[in-house]
């Protein structure tokens, strides 16, 4: 398991959280494994009370499933939820690039330009880790943009089973889009042009659909049998 440093002002359960959540996403944690509380706790340098908060927080999204006197097991990718979450996103994502067509400024325009660039380089010198922040990156920015942080926290703490196939996706695409997909969003919300952007947007939010039997050749275990 992937382990970074505690956040300023981030309780024992929330730091347990994030961690944990980040390690299911890139599937450090993957699904169908069995978790420990107890070893979890050690790994994170913490007691079992914030671990056992944050496992139960994640199976109210259905990602972590907890047995009483078991343990808890990473969810197997379950394609309803995937959808769900999808769809989530491309209605919020959809009205948030329409939005930041109008309020985005100079410099928040040079900032995604920055990250786009940054994506265009890892693409070429290859860092799973780096892609995947660098996406989460260029999606958060653009509801700071439009000022609608709270909306991405919500709309975030759902789409967590969007987000493990998306990193999966990462590692089995041979011919990944994803990078020229956020540039050309950003184009088209430089240039003001609403329909563009949310065309845009749509298309790398439905890319999964198409991607959905590469991930499946690489990762079969990873699915439940109704896939």
């Known amino acids: 398991m992937i382990v970074t440093e505690r956040e300023p002002r981030e309780n024992g359960r929330d730091y347990a959280l994030r961690i944990i959540k980040q390690n299911i996403i890139w599937l450090e944690l993957a699904p169908g494994s069995m978790v420990s509380e107890s070893e979890l706790a050690a790994q994170l340098g913490l007691s079992r009370t914030p671990v056992r908060e944050a496992l139960f927080e994640l199976s109210k999204s259905r990602i972590v499933e907890i047995y009483p006197q078991k343990g808890s097991r990473i969810a197997l990718v379950d394609y309803s939820m995937v959808e769900e979450a999808s769809f989530t996103r491309l209605v919020l994502e959809k009205a948030i690039v329409q939005l930041a067509c109008s ?14 660039k940054l994506q265009e380089f890892y693409l070429e010198n290859p860092d799973e880790s780096m892609m995947m922040k660098l996406d989460d990156e260029f999606h958060r920015s653009l509801f700071t943009i439009c000022e609608k942080q709270q909306t991405y926290a919500m709309m975030n703490s759902f789409t967590i089973h969007f987000d493990r196939v998306r990193r999966m996706s990462l590692a089995s695409l041979r011919d990944n889009k994803t990078v020229a997909d956020h540039r050309a969003v950003l184009e088209a919300i430089a240039a003001g042009n609403e329909q563009a952007a949310m065309a845009n947007m749509e298309l790398h939010l439905s890319r999964y659909k198409v991607d959905k039997q590469a991930i499946l050749r690489d990762h079969p275990e990873y699915f439940k049998e109704m896939i």
């Open 103 to 116: 309020m985005a400024k100079p410099k928040e325009i040079n900032a995604l330009e920055r990250c786009v």
